[in-house]
């Protein structure tokens, strides 16, 4: 979409805010809004951004130990391919926007442009990669209910349902949300593949469908914000949080991944006997460098309520074909689509990762594994938390990281993670996780659940 053409959507649609946003290194949307009178100079220049905002930790706690504070400014500049019309926020919209130094190059401690550099790097190469987010999530709304002791109303937040998983009175009792938010999707070009209530009470997953990574990532950031911005019409609370309460079930994001050859249009992980060499390889480096992907990939520290052993939230480095307690899963192939269909399913994922990190990191590791022609062990078709020990060590299946802390110190070793997220970057990331597992070392379960809830 070329400036003008932006401009006039602008005025017909009587849009008076556009909003320039982007995702921060603790994966909190953000941004500014241009009035639509001073739109044409603000999409052309773009609007000015401290650089200490990329040091604020989840509490909104700045972390001035990494050298950015106060002083120092990039830019917010717009990709006006994003732009979107906000359908639950009446004369708004938005566009998604990379941050870029005063001389216009992209600023070091962008995640949008470490993204672009992945891709950028082996579309030269002739690799395109494809990706899909499949986001689990809870809805509730806080009601008023007496206190024995005190007799003082107190808020408590209640699930949309209680129903079984996949269950049939699940999908009537969130109908009516449901149906406003795949609306709400559709108008803004995201196309729903699938949807059905999960296993926790108030918890639903709604899938989209693939897309080149960059605009994958774009869609997630998207969904994120049309998912709160609907629930908010209806009075409901909606969550990505991993873990949004102590005995509920966590809600992942599952990361699905396929390259294309882009002269041949061909799958390159597509092969009659379930997975290519190619994609074998893929797997490879995944698993060589899990250990330090989660502490991108499950960034929080809410991610490790969930990650861990028959959660279903694969907290072992192994990989296995439909094997849903896999790290990493081979998904079977859909009749008379098995081309188109191949990919792979990394599963731990949750939404308070930056999706424009976890693509990056995932792409690197598994390129890595291409590079270096590595083999991986045996595929697991059992729970992994169950195998021998001798099992485990032929097949080099280990615990994921139990914490923030001890997965940011496998990335701190990890060269490759550490190249591709840039070292600035990469220092900056990690005093902003040191903070907050510090910060939530301090708070009880309940606190730190809280706290989490509504940040994502």
Not at 79 to 95: G, H, K, N, Q
Not at 161 to 189: E, P, Y
Not at 369 to 395: I, L, Q, W
Request: hydrophobic share 40%.
């Amino acid at each position: 979409m070329d400036l003008d053409s932006l401009l006039d959507i602008v005025e017909q649609n009587g849009i008076q805010l556009v909003r320039f946003l982007y995702c921060d290194t603790s994966s909190i949307i953000r941004g500014k809004a241009s009035s639509a009178m001073n739109l044409s100079s603000a999409l052309q220049s773009g609007i000015g951004l401290v650089k200490g905002m990329m040091a604020m930790n989840l509490v909104d706690d700045m972390q001035t130990d990494t050298g950015y504070g106060a002083t120092g400014e990039v830019r917010l500049c717009p990709d006006l391919e994003t732009f979107r019309i906000l359908p639950y926020a009446p004369s708004s919209a938005l566009v998604l926007c990379d941050l870029l130094e005063l001389d216009k190059s992209p600023w070091s401690l962008c995640p949008r442009s470490i993204l672009k550099r992945q891709i950028n790097q082996y579309l030269e190469l002739g690799i395109r990669f494809e990706a899909a987010f499949e986001p689990e999530f809870f809805i509730g709304k806080f009601e008023e209910h007496s206190c024995a002791r005190d007799k003082d109303k107190q808020k408590e937040l209640v699930p949309i349902d209680t129903s079984n998983c996949f269950s049939t009175d699940g999908m009537n009792k969130a109908g009516a949300f449901i149906d406003d938010f795949i609306k709400a999707l559709t108008v803004q070009n995201l196309t729903v593949e699938q949807y059905y209530p999960e296993l926790g009470h108030g918890q639903h997953e709604l899938s989209i469908s693939h897309a080149p990574a960059l605009t994958a990532a774009d869609n997630h950031i998207v969904y994120r914000e049309t998912l709160r911005g609907v629930a908010n019409l209806h009075g409901l609370v909606a969550s990505m949080a991993p873990k949004p309460g102590i005995d509920a079930p966590g809600n992942g994001c599952h990361l699905h991944l396929s390259a294309w050859d882009t002269d041949t249009n061909t799958n390159l992980f597509y092969s009659d006997n379930g997975l290519s060499n190619l994609g074998k390889c893929f797997v490879a480096g995944l698993l060589r460098h899990l250990p330090a992907i989660v502490a991108v990939t499950c960034a929080s520290t809410n991610s490790y309520r969930r990650l861990k052993p028959r959660a279903w939230s694969s907290a072992f480095t192994c990989w296995g074909y439909e094997n849903r307690e896999a790290a990493i899963r081979v998904p079977s192939l859909y009749w008379e689509r098995e081309l188109e269909t191949a990919n792979i399913e990394v599963k731990c994922v949750d939404s308070s990762s930056n999706p424009y990190l976890a693509l990056a990191v995932l792409i690197a590791a598994g390129m890595d594994g291409v590079k270096r022609k590595m083999t991986p062990p045996e595929p697991v078709s059992t729970d992994p938390s169950t195998v021998s020990a001798s099992e485990a060590a032929e097949k080099k299946i280990e615990r994921l990281p139990p914490s923030l802390k001890e997965s940011c110190k496998k990335l701190l070793m990890d060269q490759i993670l550490i190249e591709a997220l840039g070292e600035e970057f990469t220092r900056v990331y990690l005093k902003v996780k040191t903070s907050e597992d510090a910060h939530f070392a301090k708070l009880s379960p309940e606190d730190e659940i809280k706290a989490h809830l509504q940040k994502f």
